[in-house]
């Protein structure tokens, strides 16, 4: 099971001050010390490094702060504009460019991935069943990640080695060498076609495409790769195009090239081991770099999409990535009962909590990143920590910064 998964599986046991004259500023300011007070406190349990928070509205950020440090080495603060993956909520990028495609006329969810693709990919058990877009988008297609994805899909920045790594990391996941990495297509291709050096029969449920949610990196990386192929441009491009330039998130890419790489942070399997910096070879499913400042900019932009307020897609457009899409047919471990879970039910690569919160949560190598609103009362926040969490206690102070941000939400707001 992939890294992200793992510590995904932990949620679902469930930035600097504000600068003069935005929307934070108006806010009240006892409640906004009285929440960076409560945050500061928990930074000093000593279990993460650093981390960033925000809380946001359809009118803007109401709160956003940065907390401890983007480097323990030099010191430098962990601030709102401090860049870094935020793992699998990267997915929501996806489901979004998505919806643009279909807009432009570039491709329909229903479509089989076929007739995009150049080469074949079907389930060995059902091969004259076509797996469409809207089943990747759901995690429905069948398509699961097989042991390759752990060991031939992270590799180091340039310059980067493992020196000085406990050995027991490297038990779990394993970094490729720069020079070794590959693009991805080509791991699209070794990986879900049958001639494929790193191609396993486990890769595909033993279930027809469409029956059951299988939650699936490589299935997001593959509908990535399906917008590539329809809109003729890298997805990169795309995704800048339409989302990062239109919202203004300057702190935001798919890759250190991308980004201003001196505002990128450290990451950290514990606070007193960092890891080298990497990248994925799949990065549409988790190598979407931010900061907390962007995400709180992106998560308005959601807020007012669910609104029908939105900017980057249609009303209709936002209606359908908002949609529940599956049954409990389609689960065969569905907990009913977990407020942390954001698979209870799909949007087009949306999630949906038992409680009702919509948005993604995301895990990696020294990543932590939780993204949420609240339909009801229009409200979401972000987390974004440079540290696994390592241990229950860790974990337990995790959730405790994400319920606080909770109680101060509306207080913050007026």
Same mark, same amino acid.
């Given at each position: 099971?992939?890294m992200?998964?793992?510590?995904l599986?932990? =949620? =679902?046991?469930?930035?600097?001050?504000?600068?003069?004259?935005?929307?934070?500023s108006?806010?009240?300011?006892?409640?906004q010390d009285?929440l960076?007070a409560e945050?500061t406190?928990?930074?000093?349990?000593?279990?993460?490094?650093?981390?960033?928070?925000?809380?946001?509205?359809a009118? @803007?950020?109401?709160?956003?702060h940065? !907390?401890?440090?983007a480097?323990?080495?030099t010191?430098?603060?962990?601030?709102?504009?401090?860049?870094? %993956?935020?793992?699998s909520?990267?997915?929501?990028?996806v489901g979004l460019?998505?919806?643009?495609?279909?807009?432009?006329?570039?491709?329909?969810?229903?479509?089989?991935i076929?007739?995009?693709l150049? !080469?074949p990919?079907?389930?060995p058990a059902?091969?004259?069943?076509?797996?469409t877009?809207r089943q990747?988008?759901?995690?429905t297609s069948?398509?699961?990640?097989?042991?390759f994805y752990?060991?031939?899909?992270?590799?180091?920045?340039p310059?980067?080695?493992?020196?000085?790594l406990?050995?027991?990391?490297?038990?779990?996941?394993?970094?490729?060498?720069?020079?070794?990495?590959?693009?991805?297509?080509?791991f699209?291709?070794?990986?879900?076609?049958?001639?494929?050096?790193?191609?396993?029969?486990k890769?595909?449920?033993?279930?027809?495409?469409?029956?059951?949610? &299988?939650? %699936?990196?490589?299935?997001?990386?593959?509908?990535a790769y399906v917008?590539?192929?329809?809109?003729?441009?890298?997805?990169? &491009?795309?995704?800048?195009?339409?989302?990062?330039?239109?919202l203004?998130?300057?702190?935001?890419?798919?890759?250190?090239? &991308?980004?201003n !790489?001196?505002?990128?942070?450290r990451?950290?399997?514990?606070?007193?081991?960092?890891?080298?910096?990497?990248?994925?070879?799949?990065?549409?499913?988790g190598?979407?770099?931010?900061?907390?400042?962007?995400?709180?900019?992106?998560?308005?932009?959601?807020?007012?999409?669910?609104?029908?307020?939105?900017?980057?897609?249609?009303?209709? %457009?936002?209606r359908?990535l908002?949609?529940?899409?599956?049954?409990?047919?389609?689960?065969?471990?569905?907990?009913?009962?977990?407020?942390?879970?954001?698979s209870?039910?799909?949007g087009?690569?949306?999630g949906? @909590?038992?409680?009702?919160?919509i948005?993604?949560t995301?895990?990696d190598?020294?990543?932590?990143?939780l993204? =949420?609103?609240d339909?009801?009362?229009?409200?979401?926040r972000?987390?974004l920590?440079?540290?696994?969490?390592?241990d229950?206690? @860790?974990?337990a102070?995790?959730?405790?910064?994400w319920d606080?941000?909770?109680k101060y939400q509306?207080?913050?707001g007026?």
């Amino acid at each position: 099971m992939p890294m992200r998964n793992g510590l995904l599986a932990l =949620f =679902f046991c469930l930035a600097g001050g504000a600068t003069p004259g935005t929307a934070q500023s108006s806010r009240p300011r006892a409640a906004q010390d009285s929440l960076t007070a409560e945050l500061t406190a928990l930074l000093g349990r000593g279990h993460f490094n650093g981390f960033g928070v925000a809380i946001v509205s359809a009118r @803007g950020v109401l709160y956003q702060h940065g !907390f401890g440090v983007a480097d323990a080495q030099t010191r430098r603060a962990y601030d709102v504009h401090t860049a870094q %993956s935020i793992a699998s909520v990267s997915k929501t990028v996806v489901g979004l460019a998505l919806l643009k495609a279909q807009e432009l006329g570039k491709l329909q969810l229903d479509d089989p991935i076929s007739k995009y693709l150049p !080469f074949p990919v079907v389930n060995p058990a059902f091969p004259d069943v076509p797996i469409t877009l809207r089943q990747l988008a759901t995690h429905t297609s069948s398509i699961r990640d097989n042991d390759f994805y752990l060991t031939k899909n992270y590799y180091l920045k340039p310059g980067q080695d493992l020196r000085g790594l406990p050995l027991a990391f490297e038990d779990v996941q394993v970094f490729v060498p720069a020079d070794s990495a590959v693009a991805l297509p080509e791991f699209l291709q070794n990986v879900l076609t049958p001639r494929g050096k790193w191609y396993q029969p486990k890769g595909f449920l033993a279930s027809r495409p469409g029956a059951l949610y &299988e939650y %699936s990196n490589v299935g997001t990386a593959l509908a990535a790769y399906v917008v590539e192929r329809a809109c003729g441009m890298p997805f990169r &491009e795309f995704t800048a195009r339409h989302l990062t330039r239109p919202l203004r998130l300057r702190d935001s890419g798919w890759s250190f090239a &991308e980004v201003n !790489f001196a505002r990128c942070s450290r990451l950290y399997q514990s606070p007193a081991v960092a890891l080298p910096y990497y990248s994925l070879t799949t990065y549409p499913d988790g190598n979407f770099i931010s900061s907390v400042a962007d995400l709180g900019r992106y998560l308005r932009e959601l807020i007012r999409g669910y609104q029908g307020q939105g900017t980057l897609l249609r009303p209709d %457009s936002y209606r359908e990535l908002f949609r529940p899409q599956l049954a409990a047919a389609n689960f065969t471990d569905r907990n009913e009962r977990n407020p942390y879970s954001e698979s209870y039910n799909v949007g087009i690569f949306m999630g949906f @909590g038992y409680t009702g919160f919509i948005g993604h949560t995301g895990g990696d190598p020294g990543v932590v990143s939780l993204l =949420f609103f609240d339909p009801k009362s229009g409200i979401g926040r972000v987390l974004l920590l440079n540290t696994n969490l390592a241990d229950r206690a @860790g974990e337990a102070t995790m959730y405790k910064i994400w319920d606080t941000l909770q109680k101060y939400q509306l207080r913050v707001g007026r």
